[in-house]
């Protein structure tokens, strides 16, 4: 099938290029982009014009921010187009429900991807969790934003969500293998003072799950989920990677696939099957988050 990458930054280069590159599924036949350009490849610098250049061009993956995504991805749809979504999937809750109505009525695919959910031990651990009884858990996702995002600026504007942005990793992992879910009860957020999203969060959950996001980690990163159950202790760790059971690294119940790889086999699958996949339950908890969050005033931060 041929695809078109909207938004060519630094995940479309790092990831989504080599993935589509490498699959069998997918021809990259466009790229819009006021600035990126993939070699070989035809550019636009707006997507209008794409769609009315390829009427071939059947999927529109969008890299973009989360705040400009809502209407490219419009614009793709109405123009009879299957979309996928990088996370998080919108800058609101609203305008991605907009979306999947939009591509029901069309009988469209809406992709909203998670790409920590492809991470090589995460079905392992749900699936050694499915029929447990969970007693408490810990995430701990601390990381350097400046090595992460050297200069993005976007990610401290309204919609750029701040430390939710790795943070809601965390949350698609959560959501994905917990056999039951949580909510929110109370959230710590801090704020650097000249910014206007977090640096850093704490969140409370039903069952004793506590969430820690810090933005400021130099030196070693952390990426761990830690669940205590009526069997023991479970971890996931190195972002959804390493799956321990009771302190012991499990062996031979990993994928094999890379996290995007696996993303575009499965948009492969769900455009054949017209079918969407559109969870937002890792949203609602980052949305929760700035509801009913106390804020904090810290220091100001610059890249
Ligand atoms: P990025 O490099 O800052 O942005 C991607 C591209 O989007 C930019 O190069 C820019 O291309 C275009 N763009 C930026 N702001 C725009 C605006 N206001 N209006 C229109 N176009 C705009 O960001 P990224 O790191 O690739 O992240 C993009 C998405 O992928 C985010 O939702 C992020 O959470 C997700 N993601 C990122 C990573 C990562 O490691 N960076 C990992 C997983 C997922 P032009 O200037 O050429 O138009």
């Known amino acids: 099938m041929k695809l078109a990458l909207v938004g060519i930054g630094k995940i479309a280069l790092d990831q989504h290029v080599p993935a589509i ?10 790229t819009v982009s006021r600035h990126g350009t993939v070699e070989g490849v035809p550019a636009y610098t707006r997507i209008e014009e794409m769609l009315s250049s390829h009427p071939e061009i059947e999927v529109v993956s969008l890299c973009l921010p989360p705040v400009p995504r809502f209407l490219a991805a419009r614009a793709a749809l109405e123009a009879g187009r299957h979309v996928m979504l990088e996370k998080p999937p919108g800058a609101t809750l609203a305008e991605v429900h907009a979306l999947e109505a939009m591509a029901a009525a069309r009988g469209l695919t809406l992709f909203a991807t998670w790409h920590s959910r492809m991470a090589h031990a995460v079905a392992a651990a749900k699936s050694w969790l499915a029929d447990r009884k969970v007693h408490s858990g810990r995430i701990i996702w601390r990381e350097d934003v400046r090595k992460w995002h050297p200069g993005q600026e976007w990610v401290f504007e309204p919609g750029g969500m701040g430390v939710f942005d790795p943070g809601i990793n965390a949350l698609s992992i959560l959501t994905e293998i917990l056999p039951a879910p ?9 704020f650097p003072a000249n910014r206007q999203a977090p640096i850093a969060a704490r969140l409370s959950f039903t069952g004793s799950i506590e969430a820690d996001f810090d933005w400021r980690q130099e030196g070693p990163q952390t990426w761990d989920i830690e669940i205590d159950t009526d069997a023991g202790a479970m971890a996931l760790r190195l972002g959804g990677n ?5 302190g012991t690294k499990a062996e031979g119940a990993e994928s094999i696939m890379e996290e995007y790889p696996a993303l575009y086999a499965r948009m492969a699958g769900l455009v054949r099957q017209g079918a ?5 339950a890792p949203m609602v908890h980052v949305a929760d988050a700035f509801l009913l969050g106390r804020r904090t005033a810290v220091e100001d931060f610059e890249f």
């Open 21 to 30: 590159s490498a699959s069998p599924d997918w021809e990259l036949a466009a």
């Open 182 to 190: 949580v909510h929110l009860t109370a959230a710590e957020l801090e």
């Open 242 to 246: 390493v799956l321990e059971i009771g």
């Open 276 to 280: 969407s996949d559109v969870d937002l």
